[in-house]
């Protein structure tokens, strides 16, 4: 029963507020436990739950969020009027919810619909001080809008109850872009600096969910503080959000060690654009401080290499599933930037492959890394479940085509390897799956045995292996 508590209480603490009155509502566990004082029950639930308030462990993103997020797609298009699609409005976000749902991208786990930078009003009200949505673009307001995003599933799921077998039982979650610094990154609204406390206290006002604090016009301000002073202030709200920081990505040198306590996620790297060679420029970027970036992250922590752009004008369907597979052996968050009604039904099926985002979610939390480079062939390598019967683990392995090679640039490429030099060892051997294709088992291999595949330009190949047990 300890055990339970302990466990029940580390998952759902973020504030000594909410510890205590976690602490308190959990005080009924300390019927179970007949030989201890009522009183000095409760104060070890609190001191337990206190333990956890010293990192970030709010008991939130434990695998990395999954959403949709518009920047990359619709930038800051405020013109309403001549782009009524396009424009950063509540119409353009309860499209989108709507299609989260009803495209199917929910119950595959894309959760989070967060707004980005250009919701806001220009300055804060005069008298509250409080930030204010864009009147014209966001005429119901931010209660509004979080409560139709968060209402939706219900909703949407009476009406199609009988034809679902799908279903996800829970609600969509709201997000909120916001800066640290004096204004936010495009300029068009006020910054935190000098009101955290206030803009906590309205973001927990308007149900939000989760957090993205970008880092634009900090002259003056020591990040290293104000990123975690805007945590705190979150955490004083009682309320959970995640906490999505744009911190090291501002830095020359990030203490990751410290963001890690304060964030649950963190950008690393230049804003994604829709091309590949911008998803290579931040495989590359992960490939070089991939000691440092992997050490740090974990269920609670993930590294942010930004949105996913698969669905937009630039990929093709190779480089749609490079992305995607590299996203999920990074343990990246799986955020969207499109525009779901436009997605073609291959992108789609992609963004919702059942065994991808189950290895981008696995519980383990242990992010890959870049194990090999041979000519233009990359090998990565992400350790998952399931274990065999003494804990060997399997293996998700993307091998990557990123078509510089000088003889054929944009040819596919022939690759072959002996897979004990990936460091697979288990002499009972590996049951290989494709991850793209579900059906399709390649069959038991070996550690002695050659592995080879053969990939398309600026494409992946993407396996499941999967120790055998051991008799
Ligand atoms: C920065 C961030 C982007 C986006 C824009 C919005 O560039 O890195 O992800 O939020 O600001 O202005």
Known sequence: ??????????????????????????????????????????????????????????????????????????????????????????????????????????????????????????????????????????????????????????????????????????????????????RTCMHLGPGAKGFHAIDAKTFAKWNVDYVKLDGCYVQGIDLNKAYPAFGQALN??????????????YQNHPNFELIKKHCNLWRFADDIRDSIASVARIMLKYYRMQQNLTKHAGPGSWNDPDMLVLGNFHLSYDASRMQLALWAVLAAPLIMSNDLQTVRPEIRALLQNRAIIEVDQDP???????????????????????????????????????????????????????????????????TVYDLFDSKHILGLFKPKDEFTVRINPSGVEFYKFKPEDIY
């Open 1 to 182: 029963m300890l055990k339970e508590v302990m466990q029940d209480i580390l998952i759902s603490c973020g504030s000594v507020a909410k510890v205590v009155q976690s602490a308190r509502v959990k005080s009924s566990y300390c019927k179970a436990l007949p030989r201890m004082p009522r009183e000095d029950c409760f104060l070890l639930l609190v001191a337990l739950a206190l333990k956890t308030v010293a990192g970030l462990e709010n008991g939130l993103a434990r695998t990395p969020p999954m959403g949709w997020m518009p920047f990359e797609r619709f930038r800051c298009v405020t013109d309403c009027v001549k782009f009524p699609r396009d424009c950063i409005s509540e119409r353009l976000f309860m499209r989108t919810a709507d299609l989260l749902v009803s495209e199917g991208y929910a119950a595959a786990g894309y959760e989070y619909l967060i707004i980005d930078d250009c919701w806001m009003e220009k300055e804060r009200n005069r008298i509250t001080n409080e930030l204010m949505p864009d009147r014209e673009r966001f005429p119901s307001g931010l209660s509004h809008l979080s409560a139709y995003v968060s209402q939706l599933l219900i909703t949407i799921l009476f009406s199609v109850l009988v034809s679902a077998c799908q279903i996800h039982n829970k609600s969509l979650k709201f997000g909120l872009y916001h800066d640290v610094g004096a």
């Open 236 to 249: 004083k709200t009682g309320r959970p959000m995640v906490y999505s920081c744009s911190w090291p990505y």
């Open 364 to 430: 383990l939390g242990i992010p890959g890394q870049c194990v090999l480079i041979s000519n233009s062939i990359q090998v990565w390598l992400r350790p998952v479940m399931p274990t065999n019967n003494i804990g060997l683990r399997s293996f998700a392995v993307a091998f990557a085509n990123v078509g510089n090679h000088e003889e054929c640039p944009l040819c596919p490429l022939t690759f072959t390897i002996v897979l004990q030099d990936l460091g697979f060892t288990n002499q009972m051997g590996y």
